[in-house]
């Protein structure tokens, strides 16, 4: 048997996708809160009528959460604000540690990664673990077919001579005798 290259590593998007997963987890609470001064008095106003039922005190509830909203426009804006870029620097740092255990080659190897990671701090973590990774399977893809390529003699010799290895076990287990080259094996 011939020695191989070694097979080139390669990232898949099942590797990838837990990530991504997080990437947009992390988008979805960072927008969430650009919005908090919209949906934090709705939210609060509909669980305390909720509460309270759908009478008077209900009604009467749900109005003071509303104003009481209207009024803290300000503070709430600025709450979802400072929460949406501790949502954003957030999931940037764990979906760049993230990636920095699962594959480094995807920021180490990729060379307009820098602009891509700028882009998540930016604007959307989600988008930024995409195409870095886009751009790191089509690489390592492209290499993977490469090496196929430049070693398919040999891979098909390999594998020639492991079906050749696997018909002799097999006729010597029909037999139950064991091939000399496999007796201190066995």
Do not use: C
């Amino acid at each position: 048997m011939t020695d191989l290259p070694p097979r080139p590593k390669t990232m898949t998007w099942a590797k990838a996708a837990p990530i991504l997963a997080a990437g947009g987890l992390f988008d979805v609470l960072r927008y969430a809160f650009l919005f908090f001064w919209l949906w934090g008095p709705a939210v609060a106003s509909y669980a305390i009528s909720s509460y309270y039922g759908g009478g008077f005190f209900g009604h009467a509830a749900a109005t003071v959460a509303g104003v009481a909203g209207y009024t803290a426009a300000p503070a709430l804006t600025a709450f979802g604000t400072v929460m949406s870029i501790v949502m954003a620097v957030g999931g940037w740092l764990l979906v760049l540690i993230l990636m920095f255990i699962t594959d480094a080659r995807v920021v180490t190897k990729n060379t307009v990664a820098i602009l891509w990671l700028l882009e998540g701090i930016m604007g959307s973590t989600f988008l930024m673990a995409f195409f870095l990774f886009r751009q790191q399977i089509r690489k390592e893809r492209t290499a993977l077919k490469e090496w196929e390529r430049s070693n398919a003699a040999a891979l098909r010799d390999r594998q020639a001579a492991q079906l050749a290895r696997a018909a002799q076990l097999q006729a010597a287990n029909d037999n139950e005798e064991i091939p000399e080259d496999f007796a201190e094996t066995a």
